[in-house]
């Protein structure tokens, strides 16, 4: 009798790559390697436990829903934990939380929030149904903070659901889309599956250094500095 194999269950889409490059989300769908290096794993770690300091203030300041919430888009094949969701005047406010090291805080400080964060927290609101959003962004080393706050943008919902439906796409197909080259290739760790070396990296983002999503980014966010 003939052994039967057993189907490996295509992998779920986190939403934390809803912003990303479309084809790096094609690589974490496919179970390509990472080249983590020290510096990238101490932040990993160090994130968590901001993570968990940030929830068990949120626990003790406001009205919390849930904390690492679970959300799932069944049909588009999305999987994920909301950091939070807090309870304000009776209507729930969806909570993405990142921490950063200082340069970088100081960029979205002057810049407006990164794409990735931007359409991971929009992602949660389009396949959750929720109306209201923030992103907070803490620096590591002074502890200040980011608000931004969103009502939700359809425009926004359309853009992070395509990505989603191509990255699936390709995932089934099993081939790699093109590439979106930008300064975000310098700290990637999988651009050695983009480029042969590190200089045809580097010229490569020298020529083209933005990659901008549509829609851009909005000019308000009701945003709030905390410090």
């Known amino acids: 009798m003939a052994e039967t ?23 974490e769908l496919l179970g390509f390697g990472r080249l983590l290096s020290p510096e990238t794993l101490k932040a990993m770690q160090d994130g968590v436990r901001y993570h968990k300091t940030y929830q068990e203030e949120l626990l003790q300041t406001h009205i919390v829903r849930a904390i690492e919430a679970p959300i799932k888009d069944i049909e588009r094949g999305i999987s994920g934990r909301i950091d939070a969701i807090i309870d304000q005047e009776g209507s729930p406010v969806v909570i993405e939380y990142k921490s950063v090291n200082p340069e970088k805080f100081s960029r979205i400080a002057a810049a407006g929030p990164p794409v990735l964060h931007w359409a991971q927290l929009h992602l949660y609101l389009a396949i959750g149904a929720f109306s209201r959003g923030w992103l907070v962004v803490e620096s ?21 659901l395509t990505r989603v439906r191509l990255a699936r796409e390709h995932q089934q197909t099993k081939k790699l889309p093109a590439r979106e080259i930008s300064e975000g290739c310098l700290q990637c760790d999988r651009w050695q599956r983009c480029f042969k070396t590190d200089q045809e990296r580097d010229e490569a983002v020298q020529g083209h250094p933005q990659w901008r999503p549509e829609p851009p980014l909005p000019q308000e966010f009701g945003i709030r500095i905390i410090s």
Not at 140 to 156: I, K, N
Request: net charge positive; proline share 9%.
């Open 140 to 160: 590591r080393e002074s502890h200040a903070r980011l608000v931004f706050q969103t009502e939700g943008d359809p425009f926004w919902a359309e853009w992070v």
């Open 5 to 27: 194999k057993t189907v490996k269950k295509p992998r779920s889409f986190p939403p934390s790559l809803a912003g990303q490059c479309l084809r790096y989300s094609v690589m």
